[in-house]
């Protein structure tokens, strides 16, 4: 079997793969970072979104060998050094971004490369922008609204409740 | 000035930290040392009789460890169906035999015919490609009126015809129906369909089992809104088990919707062959499994009719509806075309006749079951449709019509077997006219004008039966269990508590919500209260969370026990200050001898009931933990009005939500950050069905939408900020906390507003069209404007 090797959230990790394994197998199965989640199987869920070289993936549709020398980030590595949540994650709680939790680390994911493209996003570009995420949950209000929230933006505003 | 703490505060999730930070703990992350994985050989035809099975090739390949089939589970139970519906002549429905894997017959795609368990997942799935299943394929049987025309072929060979049972409710004397219509000034029909549906929570089902040899013990984890449901339905009418020897935890888990309620074969399996393999054995879905074994949702097909006097009061209703059961009955299955939808059918109006008719059939589809709101969606959907129509027909204002016939006094019987204890619709739909800002439609529909789109506005009420209910009641109704939920208050000596509940939370953020009550009764911190739940070893017997019962049940249960605790406490406190149980308070945290300056803090009462060198132990037992049961009286009903404007563009038939707000009464409300999000999803969930969803079967019974590239889920881009306004609250009558219950009001209330708005669109637009089946796709609301 090849080996992999890949720096996941500033370290460094290894490890003997079938070819056919993918990147969100790797993480969970090979490394136990069971915080990237698997909620489809054709790529439309977007729960198990990492980012791989800075650019968001969905970790299911890449092969872990595809990621070989790669620096991968996941929802494991995003809270502050102190271990406190960042600015989206804090969001996200702030404005109730989060019921079930299952498609939230891809919805953070997804949010972290939006804000670093577009830092001042409007709400239709972060309706846009999570076409590649689903939730069942929450109906998108409190994601969007947490996403602006991140991004500095005033949300006070939104609809009222 | 908001609360920030305790009952109406809307305190920050505790729940979310893990979740944000990757460190939840859902059933795919536990892995047990040892473990093998099964991966199911399903059928991909719809209805065939198994000739014969060939496992040898299979069972040589690398990895596999044993493979099951049919056979190998002729000594076990089948699943059990937990609901016996009774028919129009008395008699019980049919009720075939529903095995763990199939045997002589498959009847869906998606049917397991063999288990494959492997040391790996790839490994039983390569395998599984190598066993050779002879299959004589039989007719599809996929339209309901044809399942159940004369010499149709049969699903179940043993039962009588595809005719599951044949149910009324209401007025059963046709002759005094057909009078009220007979005598009627007007009446409006409507052919309608609700369609099938997939839950589709996020999580993916999955189940581990596990045996222990040396203790004979089972575990189970499995993806499940009632982790005691599974135990008792396994143990009892499947496996065998003694239930004291099986442990079936439900950690967290990411959505539910009904579909996780069900009593599946793959926990069962996994289980079984546990101990068969003597290793632990894992499954975890694919979505495209997901969508031919969870149980599916709605597929209703109903004929109308509402009748009416000369000033528009309502004076009958009728319906005809044909219910899909798909191809076995699911654990709740046969409860939710009747008592859970007939039962609705008196909305929110006075109307003095109804007769609700369904007609349960098999067809050779995957089976159907509660899925959010589980039949009061199709009742609402119904009645706010005909009544819409109806509006129209009259010409009278679609609001004012509502109001005319809305039930102003409580505790109102229906016509169908309820009673309403309390409710303002009056006020609710003010709260909503408000809300919607319904005086400045007329505005924005000329601004949409000017941009070539057609702008409707549609409006619906609803009411719901929730908090599932009185156990004597729903046995005498046909329920083979009792609705009950409980919880144990531990009190620890240094004053922090545990509470137990039955209840489970799967996004509802009890683990937040329950503490603030808890808190606000003792008057100490919530950081000190903390919820368990999903764990049958950990917890008391409880039913369970779905039917929006968490809080108005197993939170009355926690309600009472916490009661209990505080009148030890007192009594403890009373010893320790040498005055009278009487005059004990409990303010903030604190117990204190009326009309004196004594005082000891709770910390002090609840480390003198774990260290009890002074204490009455005369009187009473040290320690301080309590358990309560709370069977309630009579369901809850949370009610609404809801408002939708949409526009639709004439050239392309495509549909935009533009504005929707919801007005809710679910009395009082513990969280309100927690209840909006219960209503946004609700409506997200309900929008997803009225524009997007539905799941298809072709006349093969191929599952033409078995994955997301197929079955249209809702995305951010499809829905709006929701206004929702909670202000309008009457308290249930009869549990403690009245509270009614919030979870399935969204997606019961949403998709006849949605509806009603493209109805009234392309009305505006001069276009004849009253009616076009969900969802409304372009290409049907298209062809509805040009046909």
């Known amino acids: 079997m090849p080996q992999v090797s890949m720096t996941v959230n500033g370290k460094a990790t290894s490890g003997d793969v079938e070819g056919r394994t993918l990147l969100s197998a790797y993480l969970r199965d090979h490394l136990g970072m069971t915080g990237t989640h698997v909620g489809c199987d054709t790529s439309q869920c977007g729960a198990c979104v990492v980012h791989v070289n800075g650019e968001a993936v969905k970790s299911c549709t890449m092969f872990a060998a595809e990621a070989d020398g790669a620096t991968v980030d996941t929802i ?86 | 000035m908001p609360k920030d703490s305790g009952i109406g505060a809307s305190p920050k999730r505790r729940e979310d930290v893990r979740f944000l930070t990757g460190a939840g703990n859902y059933t795919d992350d536990i892995n047990v ?26 069972a040589g390949m690398p990895g596999v460890v044993k493979i099951f089939t049919g056979a190998d589970f002729e000594g076990v139970g089948g699943l059990p169906c937990g609901w016996q519906v009774t028919d129009r002549h008395g008699e019980p429905m049919q009720e075939p035999p529903h095995p763990i894997l199939a045997q002589g017959k498959v009847r869906h795609v998606g049917d397991p015919i063999a288990a494959v368990v492997a040391d790996t997942y790839e490994q039983a799935r390569d395998a599984a490609e190598a066993i050779e299943v002879d299959l004589e394929e039989l007719p599809a049987i996929v339209d309901m009126k044809a399942a159940l025309a004369d010499g149709a072929p049969k699903l179940h060979d043993d039962l009588t015809s595809n005719l599951c049972y044949d149910w009324v409710l209401g007025e059963t004397d046709d002759a005094v129906v057909q009078k009220a219509f007979d005598e009627a000034d007007h009446v409006t029909t409507l052919e309608l369909t609700n369609q099938r549906l997939v839950a589709n929570p996020m999580e993916p089902r ?5 045996y222990k040899r040396g203790t004979d013990e089972y575990t189970l984890y499995t993806t499940s809104q009632n982790p005691h449901v599974i135990r008792l339905l396994m143990c009892a009418f499947v496996l065998g088990l003694p239930e004291h020897k099986v442990r079936v935890v439900a950690p967290d888990v990411g959505g539910g919707f009904g579909t996780k309620i069900f009593h599946y074969a793959e926990e069962a399996f996994c289980t079984f062959a546990a101990k068969a393999c003597n290793r632990p054995v894992k499954w975890t879905a694919s979505r495209t499994e997901a969508f031919m074994s969870d149980a599916q949702g709605r597929d209703h097909v109903t004929k109308i009719e509402l009748a009416m006097d000369k000033d528009n009061n309502f004076t009958a209703l009728r319906t005809n509806t044909l219910a899909n059961m798909g191809a076995y009955l699911s654990t709740f299955s046969s409860s939710v075309p009747t008592w859970l939808h007939g039962t609705l059918m008196a909305g929110n109006y006075k109307t003095p006749c109804i007769q609700v008719n369904v007609k349960a059939v098999f067809t050779s589809t995957v089976p159907v079951d509660a899925y959010r709101g589980a039949g009061r969606p199709e009742a609402t959907f119904q009645i706010e449709r005909v009544i819409d129509k109806a509006a129209r027909e009259r010409g009278v204002d679609p609001i004012k019509l509502r109001r005319q016939n809305f039930i102003t006094e409580f505790p109102y019987d229906t016509p169908v077997a309820l009673t309403y204890d309390t409710g303002d619709y009056n006020g609710t739909m003010d709260k909503l006219e408000a809300a919607a800002d319904i005086a400045g439609f007329a505005a924005r529909r000329a601004e949409s004008e000017k941009n070539g789109k057609l702008r409707g506005l549609g409006i ?184 939708c404007e949409v526009e639709v563009d004439p050239e392309t038939g495509k549909v935009t939500i533009e504005r929707f707000a919801a007005a809710d009464d679910f009395g009082n409300i513990i969280n309100p950050m927690i209840v909006d999000g219960q209503v946004h999803g609700g409506i997200g969930q309900g929008i997803g069905q009225a524009l997007l969803e539905g799941c298809v079967y072709d006349e093969n019974g191929q599952l033409l939408s078995g994955s997301y590239m197929d079955y249209a889920m809702p995305r951010a881009d499809d829905v709006p900020f929701y206004t929702v306004d909670h202000s309008s609250q009457t308290p249930c009558t009869h549990n403690p906390l009245g509270v009614k219950g919030c979870g399935e009001a969204g997606a019961i209330g949403s998709p006849p507003a949605v509806v009603n708005a493209v109805i009234d669109a392309l009305q505006s637009g001069g276009k004849n069209v009253t009616h076009i089946d969900m969802p409304l796709s372009p290409g049907r609301v298209w062809a509805a404007m040009n046909g």
């Open chain 2, 206 to 210: 999955v189940a581990v089992g596990e």
């Open chain 2, 460 to 643: 619906n009420c609803y009411i719901e039966a929730c908090g599932i209910a009185p156990s004597n009641i729903v046995g005498m109704l046909g329920a083979r269990a009792g609705l009950y939920d409980a919880a144990t208050v531990r009190v620890n000596a240094t004053g922090s508590i545990s509470v137990m509940v039955g209840a489970h939370s799967h996004g509802q953020g009890h683990e937040t919500a329950f503490p603030q009550v808890v808190a606000e009764m003792i008057g100490i911190d919530e950081s000190q209260v903390e919820i368990v739940h999903g764990d049958t070893s950990k917890i008391p017997f409880g039913m369970g969370t779905y039917g929006s019962r968490s809080l108005a049940v197993c939170g009355s249960a926690m309600v009472r026990a916490t009661e209990k605790v505080i009148n030890k406490a007192k009594k403890i406190a009373a010893h320790l200050m040498e005055a009278s149980e009487a005059d004990i308070e409990l303010k903030d945290g604190m117990f204190s001898v009326a009309g004196t300056d004594k005082s000891v803090a709770w910390g002090d009462v609840t480390l003198t009931a774990y260290v009890p060198h002074n204490f009455p132990l005369e009187e009473i037992e040290p320690g301080l933990e309590e358990t309560a049961f709370y069977d309630p009286a009579n369901f809850t009903y949370p009610a609404g009005a809801y408002a």
């Open chain 2, 33 to 58: 040392a040892g473990q093998a994985y099964v991966h199911f050989l399903r059928s991909d035809v719809a209805h065939a009789r198994i000739k014969g099975i060939d496992t040898s090739a299979a």
């Open chain 1, 76 to 161: 494991e590595g995003q809270a502050n050094a102190d271990g406190s949540l960042n600015v989206i994650q804090q969001a996200f709680q702030d404005h109730h971004g989060l019921q079930c939790g299952f498609c939230t680390p891809g919805m953070v994911m997804s949010a972290a490369a939006l804000l670093k493209e577009n830092p001042k996003p409007t709400e239709q570009e972060v309706r846009d922008y999570l076409e590649g995420n689903l939730c069942r949950c929450t109906g998108y209000h409190n994601i969007v609204k947490a996403i602006l929230a991140a991004s500095g933006q005033d949300v006070g505003a939104i609809a009222a409740e």
